[in-house]
């Protein structure tokens, strides 16, 4: 129950994050939603770690530089 609620309040923050005097960027809304699951015992950090994919990161990485170079 806490991870769901913590995933509702990861997307309402990027949401709104945008609305106010507070300007949140989207890097700290998940760090904030990754450390709340870590520090709560949503998944260990063990599991945290073998759950990263290499392959999704290197092609997000690609695109970003091919974006950027647009």
């Given at each position: 129950?806490?991870?769901?609620?913590?995933?509702?309040?990861?997307?309402?923050?990027?949401?709104?994050?945008?609305?106010g005097k507070?300007?949140l960027?989207?890097?700290?809304?998940?760090?904030?939603?990754?450390?709340?699951?870590?520090?709560?015992?949503?998944?260990?950090?063990?599991?945290a770690?073998?759950?990263?994919?290499l392959?999704?990161?290197?092609f997000?990485f690609?695109?970003?530089?091919?974006?950027?170079g647009?």
């Amino acid at each position: 129950m806490i991870s769901l609620l913590v995933l509702l309040i990861v997307f309402l923050l990027v949401a709104v994050r945008q609305i106010g005097k507070l300007k949140l960027e989207i890097w700290h809304i998940m760090t904030f939603g990754a450390m709340t699951c870590l520090l709560t015992s949503q998944i260990t950090p063990i599991d945290a770690l073998k759950s990263i994919n290499l392959d999704v990161i290197l092609f997000l990485f690609g695109m970003f530089v091919i974006g950027v170079g647009l």
